[in-house]
C-alpha cells in the first residue's frame, strides 16, 4: 500500500481526525499489526474492535479509525461506521490507481476462474489476485489496499448472500472488466429466485465503467438474456454461438484439451485438470486476456500452467483408482458438475461420496433431493451418502430406481464400505460443503489403501 495522511483518509470517509499522521498499511486484525499501519476497529457479532485499539498502538500502528468515544493513546480517525468506511477507504485508494481490474462474480466456479484468469492476467501484468475467501465488504477491502504503485492488473472476486452486497462491493473495486461465470442456486433462500440471484449479480454494472466489457457466459439460461446499453456485452460458451467457443473437447489422463474460436482466430488449449466446468472456466479467462491485449498463444501457455488448490477439483490416483476431490464448497450447481465429471472419466465403476450442500435454507431438501436425481441422469455406479441432509440425496437416486445406494450414520461405516467396493481402474467423486469435513473419509481411504 502507497501512504495516506490521516487528513487524506478522514476526509474520504467523512470523519475527523485527532492529529495528522501517516500510515502505510490498514489492518483490521491485531495479530496482523505492521508498524505503521492504521487499525480500523470493526464490531462483529463475537467481538468488538475498539477493544483492541490500544493494543494496536502498542504494537506500533500510527492511528486508528474508531466510532465508539473511547479513549485512545495515540492519533485516530473517528467515523459513524467503521465498516462502512473501510469499504469506503478502499474505494478511495482504488481510485488513485489506473489499472486494469477485473470484477469477478458467479454462483458457482468464481475461484477457479479467478485462478485462471489471474494466470493469463499475470502473463502480461504484475497483477494481484483474490486471496482466500477475502471477497466481501471486509476481506474485499484488505485486497484493494494492496495495490500499490508496481501492481500493473487486479483480479477481483466478488461474493454476496443478498441484495445491495455486489453493487458496493463493485462501487469500491471499479473493475475494467465485468465477469459473471453463471447463475445458479446459491444462495436462492435471501434472493427468492434464480432470477433475484441474477439481479444481484448485475449489480457489478453499477461500479463497471461505462462501455467496458461485460463477459458472461452464453451457455447459462439466464445469462444468455443480458444486455446492456451502457456496456458492450460478449459471450463465452460451448454450446451456443458465443464470441469465445470451444469446440473439439477431449478430457484425457487427467488433462482437457480445447479449440477456442474467437472474432475470426483459433487457438488450442491444454488446461491440467478434467471437466466441463473448467473449460468454462478457462474459456472465461481467455476472454479477459483477449480484452487485456494478452496474445492467444501466451494466455494458452499460462492456462497450462493451473494448478487445483486444496480439494478444489483435484484429481489423484490412489492404488490404482481415479479420485476426484472436490469438498471445498457444494451447491446443487457445482454437484451436477462433479457428477458430470466423474460420468465423463474413463473407467470402471463410477462411485459417487456425497454429503450435506449448506446454506441452502428451505430450498435445502429439494436440492439434495435433485442431486439424488442427477447420480441416476450421470448412471453413477454407487452412491454413498453421509450427512443430515443427505438422505434426501439417497431418496432421489432411489426415486429414479438407482441400484446401490447407501446412507451412512457416520463416515466411518461409509469408509468401510467404500473400501469393500472401490477397486482398480474405479473412478470415485468427494463432494460436499467444506463444514462437512469430507476429507476425514478421504483421508482415512487412502491411508487403508496405502497399507
Known amino acids: 500500500m502507497e501512504k495516506l495522511k490521516l487528513s487524506e483518509i478522514a476526509q474520504a470517509c467523512g470523519g475527523t481526525f485527532s492529529e495528522e ?24 457479532e463475537r467481538f468488538d474492535g475498539h477493544q483492541f485499539a490500544g493494543e494496536a498502538i502498542e504494537k506500533g500502528a500510527s492511528a486508528v479509525m474508531i466510532s465508539n468515544d473511547i479513549q485512545v493513546s495515540g492519533a485516530f480517525i ?15 485508494y482504488r481510485s488513485k490507481f489506473n489499472i486494469p481490474l477485473v470484477g469477478l462474480t458467479g454462483s458457482v466456479g468464481k475461484t477457479t476462474t479467478k485462478e485462471f484468469t489471474h ?29 500499490n504503485n508496481d501492481v500493473e492488473a487486479a483480479v477481483i472476486e466478488m461474493g454476496m448472500n443478498h441484495f445491495g452486497e455486489i453493487r458496493r462491493l463493485a462501487e469500491a473495486a ?51 438474456t443480458v444486455k446492456s446499453d451502457k456496456h458492450k456485452v460478449y459471450f463465452y460458451g460451448i454450446n451456443c454461438d458465443a464470441h469465445f467457443k470451444a469446440e473439439h473437447i477431449n478430457e484425457e489422463n487427467g488433462n482437457t484439451e480445447f479449440t477456442v474460436r474467437y472474432f475470426g482466430k483459433k487457438q488450442k488449449i491444454s488446461i491440467p485438470v478434467i471437466g466441463i466446468h473448467n473449460v468454462y472456466n478457462a474459456l472465461a479467462a481467455f476472454a479477459v486476456g483477449y480484452f487485456l491485449g494478452v496474445d492467444g498463444t501466451v494466455s494458452a501457455n499460462a492456462l497450462s500452467c493451473y494448478k487445483p488448490e486444496g480439494m478444489r477439483q483435484k484429481s489423484v490416483v490412489k492404488n490404482g483408482i ?14 451436477r458438475a462433479a457428477l458430470q465429471t466423474l460420468s465423463s472419466t474413463k473407467g470402471n465403476k463410477k462411485i459417487a461420496v456425497l454429503s450435506d450442500m449448506l446454506e441452502l435454507g428451505d430450498y435445502s431438501e429439494k436440492a439434495h433431493f435433485s442431486v439424488g436425481e442427477m447420480c441416476a441422469q450421470f448412471h453413477v455406479d454407487y452412491l454413498l451418502c453421509t450427512g ?7 431418496d ?18 461409509l469408509t468401510d464400505k467404500l473400501y469393500d467396493i472401490a477397486e482398480k481402474g474405479d473412478v470415485i467423486v468427494f463432494k460436499a460443503s467444506r463444514g462437512m469435513h469430507l476429507e476425514d473419509v478421504i483421508s482415512e481411504i487412502y491411508k487403508r489403501w496405502e497399507s
Request: charged share 20%; glycine share 6%.
Open 78 to 92: 473517528k467515523v459513524d461506521d467503521t465498516a462502512k468506511a473501510l469499504l469506503t477507504l478502499a474505494g478511495y
Open 21 to 44: 499522521a501517516e500510515v502505510n498499511a490498514v489492518c483490521i486484525d491485531t495479530r496482523k499489526i505492521t508498524k505503521g499501519c492504521l487499525f480500523i476497529c470493526i464490531k462483529g
Open 396 to 413: 432421489g437416486a432411489e426415486s429414479k430406481n438407482l441400484e446401490h445406494v447407501y446412507m451412512f450414520e457416520s463416515k466411518s461405516d
Open 388 to 394: 443430515t441432509d443427505a438422505k434426501y440425496i439417497a
Open 322 to 335: 481415479i479420485c476426484i476431490e472436490d469438498c471445498y464448497n457444494a451447491s446443487p450447481d457445482s454437484m
Open 119 to 147: 494466470l493469463v492476467v499475470n502473463a502480461k501484468y504484475n497483477s494481484i489476485k483474490t486471496l482466500g475467501n477475502l471477497n466481501n465488504e471486509i476481506g474485499l477491502p484488505q485486497m484493494l489496499f494492496q495495490i
Open 174 to 224: 471499479q473493475p475494467t472488466i465485468a465477469l459473471i461465470t453463471n447463475i445458479g442456486v446459491s444462495h436462492i433462500e435471501n434472493l427468492g429466485s434464480r432470477e433475484g440471484i441474477l439481479k444481484a449479480k448485475l449489480e457489478m454494472l453499477e461500479g463497471l465503467k461505462e462501455n467496458a466489457p461485460l463477459i458472461l457466459n452464453g451457455d447459462n439460461d439466464l445469462l444468455s
